[in-house]
């Protein structure tokens, strides 16, 4: 990577931050979202940075979402689990090493699931919470979504010392739209039962 193309990383970077800043100071959950959903079509479309190929910039029409379901803004506690040194499958290349961090207790409307979370221990590290569910493979990506990524920004905030945890704000890994991206995917035990139709889906 060069020195130019440094620079529009960390601009990116800066970008992603600020947007997800921008969400947690919104207190309108659907307002919040439909601003997330604009400004990351806005960085597909145009950014040097954007996970899309460039001859696929100019023509894009916008990411694809399912319709906002508030009964999957969740909240929960991350509570403590075992620490346990585990690889994470990747799109492609080597596995990623994280570490088990805790556990998330969900109050889905099909019932009480059960996610883990995931600590980078990289430089700096980040909490990292993945999934797959029942629509992985069909109607989303069948290595699933990222519901937080704070490495990349990507943290809703808390509530009441627990973890927003909207699946209304889960996206793709960049690796969905070009073969030069190499992304941890979900493992087994992050592999809901249920569909969870809310957030960023596959184009029809």
Not at 18 to 42: G, K
Not at 118 to 144: C, H, I, K, M, N
Request: aromatic share 12%.
């Amino acid at each position: 990577m060069d020195a130019a193309e440094t620079l529009e990383l960390l601009d990116w970077k800066r970008r992603v931050f600020a947007l997800y800043a921008a969400v947690r100071a919104e207190p309108e959950p659907v307002a919040a979202w439909r601003f997330w959903r604009r400004t990351r079509d806005d960085l597909y479309r145009s950014h040097p940075q954007s996970p899309l190929e460039p001859e696929e910039r100019s023509g894009f029409a916008g990411l694809d979402y399912f319709d906002y379901d508030l009964a999957l803004r969740l909240s929960a506690r991350l509570a403590d689990a075992p620490a346990d040194d585990d690889e994470l499958p990747v799109s492609r290349d080597a596995p990623i090493r994280f570490r088990r961090l805790g556990t998330l207790d969900l109050e889905l409307p099909d019932g009480e699931r059960r996610l883990e979370a995931y600590w980078l221990d990289a430089y700096g590290g980040g909490l990292f919470v993945p999934f797959r569910d029942a629509t992985s493979g069909a109607e989303t990506y069948g290595g699933g979504r990222y519901l937080l990524d704070t490495v990349k920004g990507a943290d809703l905030g808390e509530r009441d010392g627990e973890l927003v945890l909207d699946f209304n704000f889960a996206y793709h890994p960049s690796c969905v739209f070009s073969i030069r991206w190499a992304c941890p995917l979900s493992p087994p035990a992050n592999a809901l039962d249920v569909p969870i139709r809310a957030g960023e889906r596959l184009r029809a």
